[in-house]
Each structure stands twice: as C-alpha cells, then as structure tokens.
C-alpha cells in the first residue's frame, strides 16, 4: 500500500569511498501555483462579524491556544467517539471536560491542503493548496499564526512529517517553525520523513517553558504517528497486534501526555483553549481504499473534533456538522477578536456554548488522483444528512440512515442531484481554476523553448465514466502492490508489477515516477532517465518530478543534459530546494564546482533547517581534496541534523584517508546505525576492518552488505565479499 500522501519520499544514494551524489526522492506531486488572482479576494481586513450570541458567551483575549492536530485519525478510531479497542486517554479526557463535535468533517483527504484549510479558515479553492507537494500556501492569505502574531502572541509551530515542510509555505506568522523531521533520512523510498511524536511534543514543551512569564503563546502540534505503515511502538505494537493502525492511534495519543496534563491539572497560571482534531482519515479497505487521497467517504472526510476550555465551555457533545475552516473564526471568536468576513468558516462558539446554530454546507475535494494520475477530479457538497459526490458516476447518501454510504441513492432521486450539484455550483463560484496551472508563466516560456512542454497535459476538458476513480479502483491496488512488492526488498517483481501499471494507464505521471525509481534503483539509469523524462512531459510543473529527471540523468552521466533541463526550474523566482539540489549535483558531475558550490548555497537559504545542501557541497570539497572544508561542512550538516547518515559516512571517509581508523570506524558505524541499508558504509567498515587484520569484527558488516547491496550495482564486489566469507569460516 503506498499512503496517499506519503508518494513525498526521499531516497538517496551513496557513492561508495566519497559520500553522496545527491539527495533525490520519489516526489511524485506537481510544482508550483502562482495564485496571485486566486487569492485576491481573500486577503483579511475589510468588514467583521460578531457572534450572534455574544453576550451569553465568554470570551478571553489573554489565553494561550493549543492546536492539536493528529494525521490521518478516523473520527471513530477515538475513544470518546465510541472506539471501545483504542487507548486514547488524552483526548478522551479532553472531550469529557470539553466540547466534542460528532459530525465534523474535512474538506480535503490530504494532509497539506487539510492543514492549509485549518489554518486559514477558507476552502481549497481559494488558499490555491490542492495537493501535498507541488502546491505552496501564498503569501497574501492570513492564518490563524499570522492573525495571532499580529495580536502580540507567541507563536510557534512543532510539525512531523514531510508534507508540512517549511517549504510549502505555511511558516508565515510562526516565531518558530519546527520541521525537523529527519530531511535527509535516507534509503526510504516511499516513506515519508517522519519524527515521533514524542519528539515532537518534547520541543513544542521546551518552546512553551522557555517563555512562561512572556506574553500568551499560540502553538500547533501536529503527529504523525497513525499515517501508514503502521507501526506502532512498544508496548502498542504487541497490544494492538490485529490492529497496528489503532496502534499508532493510542502512541499519539500517549505522546500528547506531557503536553496536556498541565493544562487538564490546570496547573498553568494562564487558561489554554484546546483545540484538537485529524487532518482526515484513513480508509482501511472501506469501499476498496486502503489509506487516503482517493475517495472522499466519511472514513477520509469525517475527523474527530475535540475544543477544551472549561473557562468558557461546559462539557457538551454537538451532533450538528462543522468543519475544518469553522476552527480559525472559533479560536478568533473565543478571544474577542474580530471574524473577517471574507472566511468560508463560521465561530462554533455559540454552538459549543449551547445555542442553535444555522445549517452550513460543507464543501469538499478530493484532487491527488486527478493531479498525480490524470483521472477525473472529485467535488462535492454535504448539507445537513445528505451528502453529494461530484464525479462522472455522481453518488448520492443519506448519512443519516447509511453512514457506510452503501446505498448510493443518486440514480433514484434526480431532483436532489440537481439541487445539490447547484448549491455545489455556488460554493464553487470562485474556484476559477480548478485545473491548477503550477508552473509560472516564465518558468512555461523556458520550458516550451526549450522544447519541454509538448502540450500534453494530466488534466483533460472532459471526463468520462472510464475516468471515474471508482472505475479504476483497480489500478489504486496495483500501484499499492507495486510499492508492497518494493518494501519487501523484490526489486524485479516491483518493476514488472510497475510496468505493467504504466501499460495500463499510460498517462498517468506517478506510476511513471514510480518505474523510473526502480529502474534507478536496479542500477538502470539511462532507462530511468528516459522514463522520467515522460512523467514531465505529462506534467512538465512539477518541480518535484524535475528533480528526479535530473538526478537519474547526472547519475547516467548526461551531466549537460540534466543541467538544460533543470535550468528552467532553477531560473523561477522561489526553486523548489530539490530542484535546487539536483542542479548543483548536476554541474559538480560536469566539473563546474565553483558554480555548484553557489547553487548549495541557494539551497541552504532557502531550507535552512535541512542539512543536505551542505552534504553536497561537502562532497564537492572532499572530490577536490579540500578536506578541512569538507570536515567543516559535514560537521555544520550534523549540527542541522544529527541523524545524517551520509554526514557521518563523509566524516568517516576523511578520518579514514588521515589513517585515522579509530576515528573512521566510529562515524562508519555511526551512519550504518542511521542507516542500516546504506552497503557503501557497510562495505567500507569491512574493507577497512580485515586491512587491520580484525577479520572477526569484519564478518557482520560483510555479511550484512550482501543483503543489501543490489547485485545489478555491486556485482564485483558483492563476488568478493562472498569469496572473503566463503574463504575466512567463523
Ligand atoms: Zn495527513
């Protein structure tokens, strides 16, 4: 199964004896909107609303606000929404002193595009984010961090996983952005770059103590711990051993502890309103779906939705639908703050307080298939129990009476398709692009005079039944086996299962994105080059898939080939930092170091929190026999982040050729600790071992690079090592 936000992964590649070519994964999501007539609208100012019931409700302007949000948690997977399996004693606690809204829902199944909705009070359509990767948030829309900020708050934001890195523009109005996920986590194709929550709830803690008697403090916690693959840590993992999902559900959970018992011990000085929820859900086989991001039935769309604050709530359970964008006005409403009026979210205050609130439509999307593979987009409405799915075959249900949305109620009640397709019209108004341009104008000149663009495009004018994501249900599973078959180390029944996907569906970009990384993994370059090359010229936007092309080109030696084709994207006014890097490995490979050396420097500002562009320009030191400079970058990588394998593999390259062994072997270790994949390290510390005569010690490492070093790369010295093995017994 490949979860459906997680096809964001980095996968890197050692040179054995110098560390690193690059860092490139498989990042299979389209690149970057300009959304300047998108958004005008939305900018925060103008008119306000107030509650209409603000005298009955209390409200405090000096309280500290606490968002919680919880990836990919199914409403029913909690507790205190009826889960008796699930150990979620936090939230629980939480919705027994607090406000519980049984029928919340998201508007997307992804989690940038989530979040960006949570963040803004506003629909996809108008913040411009559709997707994971790909789509940046824009700079002229407000958030809860910037309204905040801008009220004298301290903010900070604590985040998990790669699809909320800094890059995608969500930082804005953070004092502190924290995203150190492990950016250069390597061997880890199809899994997103995650921390434990743990980890991240421990730094959200030290940020709040540090500045106690400051100003109110506004923090976003955001865990990541029930996304797939599930796996959960001890003692979970035994305990949920039939369901690894609920697993992870009770670890994040847990990990909320520290962060919580203050505030439900109320031993804070000041009062904290909670507010908790899920990005979305999780499928789990339900209508076919095994994760999330291709449907948008109530296992991706309904999400628990918890808000504390025993100052201003009594305990309450609310049966009346809200949603993601309803949490910016309700955290504004509770501190006495004007609404804008220009939000698609209403204050649930007078709600959560007891009084009646109107009906709200919820509008929602489902896009990453239409994006990434060219099928048809999902739209559609919600109104009190009835819920409308916008697609080639529309769906209609009574959540009411099906809530498994099992009877599909569309082909019998004509007149209500109608009324809910033009309601959904409306909301729709402004969606002026719903086939999202992500490239700028500039960056499309370049390419088509360079040839690149060959008008072919993902998105087509008009969708048939064969488009419907229902219809090719199918495919979805293929590609999950595809990356199944690739986790459990069978490389040859991974690209056959690839390429008969890409037979198939020809146009869609991911599966070619997916065949082009095995081949690159199977030691094929020049073929994953080309493969590459045609996932582009499907979507030539995606900056993500530009990367790729030109790390597979650089690593089949076409060094000039990558740089021309990587130049257009490198030109744009905001490069996406692996297009960034993927250039400067380029024209290192073409000898052109000084230029290379400029471009990681690019790169550093413009992710300062990632470690890579350092390692690469480390790398570039070291070809150059600069080896204190070398040292130095590598060390500063480590500073960034500790868990760089590849620094440490570095480091240990240049003890080693001081004869430094002591030293060498420490960082070799170290780095096969980091990661236990990487067969360059793994062979090195063997070589280096059995040179000192410490043949014993070397046997394990050895041993270890034949599981994993790919025959099709290692060929020649996988026959040594086995002729070693077979001539040293133990
Ligand atoms: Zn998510």
């Known amino acids: ?151 004298g708050y301290r903010t900070a934001a604590f985040v998990s996983a790669f699809p909320l890195d800094a ?12 995203d150190r996920f492990g950016k250069g986590e390597t061997h880890a194709a199809f899994r997103v770059p995650e921390r434990r929550g743990t980890d991240t709830v421990a730094a959200a803690l030290a940020w709040i103590r540090a500045g106690a008697d400051q100003p109110p403090w506004f923090a976003w916690v955001h865990l990541y711990e029930p996304h797939f693959p599930y796996l959960p840590p001890e003692p979970y993992a035994s305990r949920f051993s039939d369901s690894p999902y609920l697993g992870e559900v009770s670890a994040a959970d847990a990990a909320l502890g520290p962060l919580l018992q203050p505030i439900l011990g109320a031993r804070d000085t000041r009062e904290t309103l909670v507010i908790v929820t899920g990005d979305h ?64 979210g209403r204050s649930l205050l007078a709600l959560a307080s007891g009084s009646a609130g109107g009906p709200a439509a919820t509008y929602f999307e489902s896009l990453s298939a239409s994006i990434n593979r060219g099928w048809a987009p999902l739209h559609g409405v919600a109104r009190g129990s009835m819920k409308y799915i916008d697609l080639p075959i529309p769906e209609l249900y009574n959540l009411a009476s099906d809530p498994s949305e099992s009877h599909d109620l569309a082909p019998s009640r004509p007149g209500e398709v109608r009324e809910l397709q033009r309601l959904l019209a409306v909301l729709r108004t402004d969606d002026r692009r719903s086939r999202p341009e992500r490239e ?37 599973r293929a590609i999950d086996e595809v990356v199944a078959q690739y986790q459990r180390g069978d490389l040859p029944g991974a690209i056959a299962s690839a390429e008969r996907v890409v037979q198939q569906r020809p146009d869609m970009p991911l599966s070619l994105v997916h065949l082009a990384f095995l081949y690159n993994e199977a030691g094929n370059h020049r073929r994953a080059a080309n493969v590459i090359g045609r996932a582009l010229a499907l979507n030539p936007a995606a900056e993500d898939v530009a990367a790729l092309a030109g790390a597979y080109l650089t690593e089949s030696g076409q060094f000039d080939e990558a740089i ?47 470690g890579l562009p350092l390692i690469n320009a480390a790398t570039v030191y070291l070809m150059a026999g600069e080896r204190d400079r070398a040292a130095a970058a590598f060390t500063e ?93 133990p």
């Open 564 to 610: 021309a084709r990587l130049s257009p994207y490198v030109r744009s006014a905001e490069p996406d930092v692996d297009v960034l890097i993927a250039y400067g490995v380029a024209l290192a490979s073409a000898g052109r170091r000084r230029e290379a050396l400029d471009v990681f420097n690019r790169a550093r500002a413009a992710d300062p929190g990632n």
């Open 167 to 178: 890059r995608f523009g969500l930082t804005r109005g953070f004092d502190r952005y924290d």
């Open 440 to 476: 700028s104008a500039a960056t499309r000149e370049q390419l088509r005079s360079l040839g690149y663009v060959t008008g072919a495009s993902t998105a087509k004018d008009h969708y048939t039944e064969a488009d419907d994501p229902k219809r090719l249900i199918h495919i979805d």
């Open 1 to 151: 199964m490949i979860p459906k936000d997680a096809k964001d992964t980095k996968a890197t590649k050692d040179t054995k004896g110098r560390p690193c070519a690059g860092s490139f994964g498989i990042v299979s999501f389209p690149s970057f909107v300009s959304f300047v007539s998108l958004v005008s609208s939305v900018s925060f100012a103008i008119a306000c609303t107030t509650s209409s019931n603000a005298t009955r409700v209390r409200r405090d302007g000096s309280q500290n606000v606490l968002l919680i949000t919880i990836d990919t948690l199914r409403a029913d997977a909690v507790g205190a929404y009826g889960n008796r399996s699930v150990a979620t004693p936090w939230m629980d606690r939480l919705a027994a002193g607090g406000v519980r809204f049984t029928a919340a829902h998201a508007s997307t199944v992804v989690t940038l595009p989530s979040h960006a909705n949570i963040l803004s009070g506003v629909y996809p359509f108008r913040h411009g984010v559709r997707e994971n990767a790909g789509f940046r948030f824009p700079s002229n829309v407000d958030t809860i961090a910037t309204v905040l900020k801008a009220r």
């Open 637 to 729: 990588a480590l500073a960034i982040d500790p868990t760089l394998a590849r620094a440490h593999n570095g480091l240990g390259v240049i003890e080693a050729e001081q004869r430094n062994y002591r030293q060498a072997l420490e960082h070799w270790r170290r780095a096969v600790e980091l990661d236990p994949r990487d067969f360059e390290t793994l062979f090195n510390i063997g070589d280096l071992l059995i040179r000192l005569g410490r043949s014993s010690e070397a046997r394990p490492y050895w041993q270890k690079y034949l599981e994993t070093a790919p025959p099709a790369l290692e060929a020649r010295d996988r026959d040594r090592v086995r002729r070693w093995l077979a001539s040293n017994p």
């Open 281 to 344: 859900g999780e499928s789990l086989g339900e209508h076919g779906e095994m994760t999330h991001g291709l449907f948008a039935y109530e296992g991706t769309l309904h999400i628990p939705l918890i808000v504390y604050q025993p100052h201003l709530f009594e305990p309450r359970t609310i049966e009346e639908p809200v949603r993601h964008v309803d949490i910016l006005p309700t955290i504004l409403d509770a501190l006495g703050a004007p609404i804008p009026s220009a939000l698609d």
